[in-house]
T-cell receptor
Framework: DTGVSQDPRHKITKRGQNVTFRCDPI?????LYWYRQTLGQGPEFLTY????????KSRLLSDRFSAERPKGSFSTLEIQRTEQGDSAMYLC??????????????FGEGSRLTVL | GENVEQHPSTLSVQEGDSAVIKCTYS??????FPWYKQELGKRPQLIID?????GEKKDQRIAVTLNKTAKHFSLHITETQPEDSAVYFC????????????FGRGTSLIVHP
């Protein structure tokens, strides 16, 4: 296991199209997070799963965004009817909630979305 | 919700100098404060963290201090090296339950050789 992986790394789409990103967390991690990062900003929380349950969603997450984590393994983030304002880096992170060092997030390298 | 402010946004130092990055948080219940380093084009990685029952923590050239009363914490890097050049993010959260870190906007540290 080499860490958190995300796919695709880059996606260019036209406004109005749907896009889906995938995240494969570190296998023994039970928590999975999605963050969005724009230029010059820190990561902004979008949503969070513990195992397969989606426990929290940010108010930033409009109805066009949906995330799933079937079977508590990989996760997908789908954006419907993309808008130019959705252009950002979408970061996935995972963690193990019961570890002694609980709290450390292990990030993937991100999926960069450009909406034309 | 939690709000984390981070300053400065950009910090330029000469190799060998010290660098200090400061963050403030709003939620007095926050008790876990990690710092992440993000090199250009790479993923953020944890470099040091501190919990609210500790006032200071050191790891070689980096240290973090926490003032719970004032709700601020700082990252200190001594004897900076060019490979320290990166964006540094502070974060704050409440451990246990729905642990969701809130990040600062980041500080771009540039270390000139």
């Amino acid at each position: 296991d080499t860490g958190v992986s995300q796919d695709p790394r880059h996606k260019i789409t036209k406004r109005g199209q749907n896009v889906t990103f995938r995240c494969d967390p570190i296998s023994e991690h039970n928590r999975l997070y999605w963050y969005r990062q724009t230029l010059g900003q820190g990561p902004e929380f979008l949503t969070y799963f513990q195992n397969e349950a989606q426990l929290e969603k940010s108010r930033l997450l409009s109805d066009r965004f949906s995330a799933e984590r079937p079977k508590g393994s990989f996760s997908t983030l789908e954006i419907q009817r993309t808008e130019q304002g959705d252009s950002a880096m979408y970061l996935c992170a995972s963690s193990w909630s019961l570890a002694a060092n609980t709290g450390e997030l292990f990030f993937g390298e991100g999926s960069r979305l450009t909406v034309l | 919700g939690e709000n984390v402010e981070q300053h400065p946004s950009t910090l330029s130092v000469q190799e060998g100098d010290s660098a200090v990055i400061k963050c403030t948080y709003s939620d007095s219940a926050s008790n876990y404060f990690p710092w992440y380093k993000q090199e250009l084009g790479k993923r953020p990685q944890l470099i040091i963290d501190i919990r609210s029952n500790v006032g200071e923590k050191k790891d070689q050239r980096i240290a973090v201090t926490l003032n719970k009363t004032a709700k601020h914490f700082s990252l200190h890097i001594t004897e900076t090296q060019p490979e320290d050049s990166a964006v540094y993010f502070c974060a704050a959260s409440k451990s246990g339950g729905s642990y969701i870190p809130t990040f600062g906007r980041g500080t771009s540290l540039i270390v000139h050789p």
